[in-house]
């Protein structure tokens, strides 16, 4: 089956999932899932995104990622591929942590993305763990409705927005449409051709932008990334004969700044097999 097709712009909006390699878990404990918080909140940051919900679950996760600059598959590059690192590394074992990449559906803000909000917030609910949302701590549910400090890094002026009034008003009216929907049918009934959560208007307008990426493919790789430093600035300094140290400066390449695997064999003179095997060797670590 052919892998769904991947649409990146500026504001898109998707829910993102990834899942433990053959359904495994990939949080053990609560320093797992704070953890993991820590790394969005590094990862929302450096790629200027907003979160408007999440729910960590036991073999995999939910997120609404808003990205201003169209940067989805960049930021969720770093993101597993940390979060598999650290993993190895704490359980002092090799391999993939995820089943294959990650799942990201667009949202049409506007229609969508309330309800979706509440779905995902209310994914331990569904399969029984606990009986209200608030009971979850690892959601965003929490701090939206205010019984807990909001992270830097989660968003919810758009949510409450949505229902107005003053803030804690707001946030009593968000509080009663979540509850309002333990029992209701799921919204992947809505879903369209596997990528989107929009209305046919929505993905009518989107069929120009596909035609024109079709035209172009895509921005040259150099401009979208104006602003990451060169490779002779990442590698400098660095001595051959220190394996460990220039193994971490690849995968930073590669993960952090989006350099594929050829440029940085044909900065550092190696073959793309070496590329490869020192960013294996970070993955399992």
Known sequence: MARPLRIEFPGAVYHVTSRGNAKQAIFLDDEDRGGFLDLLSIVVERFNWLCHAYCLMGNHYHLLIETPKGNLSKGMRELNGVCTQGFNQRYRRVGHLFQGRYKA????????????????????????????????????????????????????????????????????????????????????????????????????????????????????????????????????????KERKAEDKTIYGAYVRYGYTMKEIAEHLGFHYATISRAIKRMEQV
Request: proline share 5%; hydrophobic share 40%.
């Open 105 to 240: 559906i667009l949202v049409e803000k506007d229609n969508h993305l309330l309800s979706l909000c509440r779905y995902v917030v209310l994914n331990p609910v569904r399969v029984g763990l606990i009986e209200r949302p608030e009971q979850w701590r690892w959601s965003s549910y929490r701090a939206t409705i205010g019984l807990v400090k909001r992270p830097s890094f989660l968003t919810a002026d758009w949510i409450l927005s949505q229902f107005g009034g003053r803030k804690r008003v707001s946030m009593e009216r968000y509080r009663r449409f979540v509850m309002e929907g333990i029992g209701k049918e799921s919204p992947w009934e809505t879903l369209k051709g596997q990528i989107f959560w929009a209305t046919d208007e929505f993905i009518k307008q989107l069929s120009s932008l596909l035609d024109e990426k079709e035209k172009i493919k895509e921005v040259p790789r150099l401009q979208r990334y104006v602003a990451r430093p060169p490779l002779s600035e990442l590698f400098k300094g660095k001595k051959r």
